[in-house]
């Protein structure tokens, strides 16, 4: 069949594509990137366009509202192409320009750009030189065995392998040098593998990538090796989005479609590798000087990046295909750095205890002190470790996207335009909101739905069951499509010319995921016997965990009720871990042992967590006298 | 430029190629391979083809002779094409079809199918089939632990590696048999590595190849892995043929020539590759599922075959870029056998004292022996080992090419149309020949030149330094372009009507090479200190050596004077090592220690060897002590 043209407005962006193919998949193609947290089943309603030209044919109307059907709007997951046609994309079904926020103010944030206490540099990765004697009529052995004989004087190690690739100039190499050769060896495990070779003694720079791949943004730090110094830092959204917002979407995607994986696996590897052409770029630095890389992500994520299939991550009873992952090169992945290059990841815990748990604890140093640490990272799923130098534990529990801006009407991320912070008048119910950016705004990131959570219940708006109060008087308590909504931002001043409301059922999902995350701690409390009180730090991680406000936090019942000062921001604990175990062999060493240290509590099983869950569905939960510091709401 | 047809005849094979092309060049993408000895310079005269039709443009007339001249031939590598032309080749400028009687030769000669002593079958690469317990929410280990831990159970193993790809298929394979596996695994020193998964208990053969890399002809075995037998053999001239005759010439285009490594490494994989599917075909078998390669060459064809330049092993002092070299998958290769297949290669001793001959020894059982055993393989080299269980010494000569019919007017390999033996009347001259197939006759072969030498020494037409007797009266003595020859066959009863003449130059290079030989044997004895009597048994080895006749080689003086009982052909030692080892881990280990064990003797360096060399110039040494039995000569 012929193919049909499909061009998209008012980016000028074109995709030639089958007639029947979605005008989602045609996007994609094009390189518009839509909004779509269902994987393109038209039940998320984010993707959004108009067709302004052409035939198409409506495989369902899906989940649209009254009011976006009235504009003309259909879902491009739904909408199949059967010519040449002509689509508009409104603002709000774009996924934002790759640019995460969140990154630019943790660069600020973070100040400390040594290692973490007790580690000296010593890279798993670096260049060692020497100088080989030259071979004689009867001092002949061959160049591999000479490098390694040479090779073992200086480093400490057992086996010493080499992929054919680089065996391959070790010849010229060691003669262009006159025997003086500059060897790269990555060494992890004991095991020391020969990723580079130069001739001479060569002071170009070695680099290494600390990569995060979470499910909802990626990370890439450019690592000098022999410094230590980070010499960039790049973030942008995972490309995976488009198959879905959260894991499981993605995961059912890489399972069940056909050619679903490979859809992801090159998803994420697109994803850094646009970040290691930024990052590269910015430094102006060359990406054959890359010659490892340390990556870090939750279970389903590692096994996407290593192409692995995380389909029974998912099904009861849970079972990763790998645990740990063995070190793979960079041209096996398609990575934009050396094509030999060492590519090691973290050894995952649990399949929703991953890599970059085992990282974060590993920058925390908290199986190094005596003192209780609670660890929480919270993303879409909320991880959390507890303990000190003498046990760990570790758990999970699926908050849900909400904290994300996912399943929330207006929910967006921290991006430009997202309401962060929220003041409601006591008396008068009035509103004032601040955005990122300060621009007009657009919807409500995670941070500003606590606040506004928070504000919503001080001002007495809801009840502690998250009821809205519709007998007050304000105009901004009203009955919409979705039941009672309250209106933060009236159409006219917002960017979308929307009302941007907050909805009960927006309050029910919000309640969901904080209660989630409270619940486990205490499941975990309880399966250790301690009461809060005996935490004497906890440190909480991730994008979303960087810009709460702990007050609005406890308040709600999110976090326990501990005095602020025990609580500190530590930002992407996963890219600094890392980071640590790229520089340090000890570090990494150390991050594998954390792994098999950890004991993993099951919160699906046991039904303390669901007791815990039940009764932290409150604001800020049943039992009062777990928040004596809440106290004084209408 | 536009491109130009060639085309040959009588093959009817085209190339399209640019203008400036030379002939050999065109033949080789055309896929008629011609004769080429020197590489392509003109100085072998062996690439002779006529144009037909069409302009060309000769570089230089380079060696032709006044006949071939006025026959209207040119040098095809001299030859450069200007437009479409159309080429004869006579079949005298062809390489052989792709046949090796040799090897139809050894299947008969070899009876014993069986393991060399003291082995049991245990393969390097052999199925395990595993039950694995299922997982349980509370049993929950990855897929990956799971298969190690069970894996651990079975084999006796250090680290178990897997390859990416094989990981890849690891949980559906698991589910798929619903937790019964057949893992199908190399172990090779102490580490295992998974190399294919199969769902269930499966009853699938796996099937090994073991392959010999020889200068001249390349034989790979096709082995069951669980019976241990050989299911099919095939053997053909080695590809790298038209790059050069020898080992030295093929160095200098792999080191030299822009892309000559990779036309060598090529050439071979396609030689190997050309095999694998033969015999494949011959036993109705599928690629994938040959899980492992045993591959055995001496040093340079190992090189090439991993695509590693040999240019060091050729310039003093003589440097291997790896004696060992590390094992690889089939896919880094290109060989026609299931991708993640397994390929190890035996270490070699020196730059001319290959795995071949490690692999030879082994098959020997001479280190197991308290006899005193000479193993020598003659081919383009002269490779010797001589000792008992208590020590090894080995040493290299280069015989050069003259036994494989190379620097020899009429010299050609063993195939058909080959003479083989020779008989001379004692009174009148008349010579007899019978030829390799009963055909007219082409030229003479290895074993059939020795026949001769010792045929025209016996009845006194040459002298003891090899001079023709130029005043007896036979019209077969006469001067020709090279010197003075002596007329083997006329004209009208040979296939190519050209009257085939061994010349004094060709006696020359004979002398050269068995004397090579001899003094090789001399040398090593000198070395231990040890007279020839101690040797108790002499093994010979190679496709050359498996039809000598031992009282003419002993005549002639290539072989110490020793009872013809204590000799012993054992054809293709090299392929049949790398048999043994593909079907006991106890004898590829064996064979890793008998190369440390051996030691080397380097010929070229002390002057003991260019002594020996120059006495053993003459017929059969100029020290006749040295050969009682050879006494009654004209
Ligand atoms: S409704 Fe279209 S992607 Fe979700
Ligand atoms: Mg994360
Ligand atoms: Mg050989």
Chains 1, 2 share one sequence.
């Not at 750009?113 to 080989?132: D, M, N, Q, T, W």
């Not at 041209?331 to 030999?340: D, K």
């Not at 990122?436 to 001080?458: V, W």
Request: aromatic content about 6%; hydrophobic content about 40%.
């Amino acid at each position: 069949m012929d193919k049909v043209t499909v061009l998209f407005f008012p980016d000028n962006l074109v995709a030639n594509v089958e007639p029947g193919t979605s005008v989602l998949r045609a996007a994609t193609l094009a390189g518009v990137e839509l909004k779509s947290n269902c994987g393109g089943d038209g039940t998320c309603g984010r993707c959004l366009v108009k067709v302004k030209d052409g035939n198409v044919r409506l495989k369902s109307t899906g989940a649209v509202s009254q009011k976006a059907k009235q504009a003309g709007m259909v879902l491009a997951c739904q909408t199949m192409v059967e010519g040449n046609v002509v689509i508009d994309v409104p603002k709000d079904s774009r996924l934002d320009e790759h640019q995460v926020l969140l990154d630019e103010k943790e660069v600020l944030v973070e100040q400390d750009e040594g290692l973490a206490e007790g580690y000296a540099i010593k890279p798993v990765c670096r260049k060692v030189k020497l100088s080989l004697t030259e071979p004689t009529l009867t001092e002949n052995v061959s160049d591999w065995n000479r490098l390694q004989a040479a090779l073992r004087s200086e480093l400490d190690c057992g086996e010493i392998h080499i992929a054919l690739p680089v065996l391959r100039e070790l010849a010229e190499t060691l003669r262009a040098g006159d025997w003086d050769v500059t060897v790269t060896v990555a060494q992890l495990n004991g095991c020391a593998e020969v990723v580079h070779l130069e001739p001479g003694h060569s002071d170009r720079k070695s680099f290494g990538l600390a990569v995060d791949i979470g499910t909802t943004t990626v990370v890439v730090y450019l690592i000098d090796l022999d410094s230590g110094l980070t010499l960039g830092k790049k973030g942008t959204y995972n490309k995976q989005a488009r198959y879905g917002d959260d894991v499981i979407t993605r995961m059912i995607h890489a399972s069940d479609k056909k050619g679903g994986l490979q859809d992801l696996h090159k998803a994420v590897i697109d994803t850094i590798n646009q970040l290691i052409d930024e990052v590269l770029e910015q430094s102006q630095a060359s990406g054959d000087d890359v010659h490892m890389a340390m990556v870090a992500g939750n279970s389903t994520m590692t096994h996407l990046f290593l192409g692995l299939t995380p389909k029974y991550i998912r099904l009861e009873p849970y079972i990763p295909l790998a645990a740990e992952t063995p070190p793979v090169r960079a041209e096996e992945l398609g990575l934009n750095i050396n094509p030999t290059a060492f590519v090691a990841t973290f050894a995952s815990v649990a399949s929703y205890v991953g890599g970059d748990i085992v990282s974060g604890t590993l920058v925390t140093n908290m199986a190094q002190s005596d003192e209780i640490t609670l660890f929480i990272d919270i993303g879409t799923n909320g991880e959390m470790v507890l303990g000190n130098r003498d046990w760990l534990m570790t758990a999970a529990c699926s908050a849900g996207p909400a904290f994300e801006g996912g399943g929330i009407t207006f929910g967006m991320r921290a991006m430009k335009g997202a309401i962060e912070y929220v003041e409601i008048d006591a008396d008068t119910y009035e509103v004032k909101v601040s955005t990122i950016g300060k621009m007009k705004p657009m919807g409500i990131c995670g941070s500003g739905l606590i606040d506004c959570l928070a504000k919503l219940r001080e001002v007495g708006l809801i009840d502690r069951a998250g009821k809205i109060q519709t007998d007050l008087d304000t105009p901004r308590i009203r009955q919409g499509d979705d039941g009672w909504e309250f209106v933060l931002v009236f159409g006219e001043e917002t960017e979308c010319n929307k009302d941007i409301i907050i909805t009960e059922n927006d309050i029910k999902n919000l309640l969901r995921a904080k209660g989630a995350v409270y619940a486990g701690i205490r499941s975990m409390l309880k399966a250790v016997q301690l009461d809060e009180e005996v935490i004497e730090k906890v440190l909480i991680a991730g994008g979303f965990g960087n810009f709460i406000n702990i007050r609005d936090a406890i308040s709600i019942g999110l976090l326990p009720d501990l005095p602020p000062e025990k609580y500190r921001f530590i930002g992407n604990s996963s890219v600094k871990g890392a980071r640590l175990s790229l520089l340090s062999q000890d570090a990494y060493h150390e991050a594998q042992e954390l792994g098999k240290k950890m004991t993993y509590l099951e919160l699906s099983v046991g039904n303390d967590f669901m007791d815990e869950f039940m009764s932290a569905l409150f604001i800020p939960h049943t039992d009062m006298t777990l928040f004596p510091s809440v106290t004084n709401l209408k």
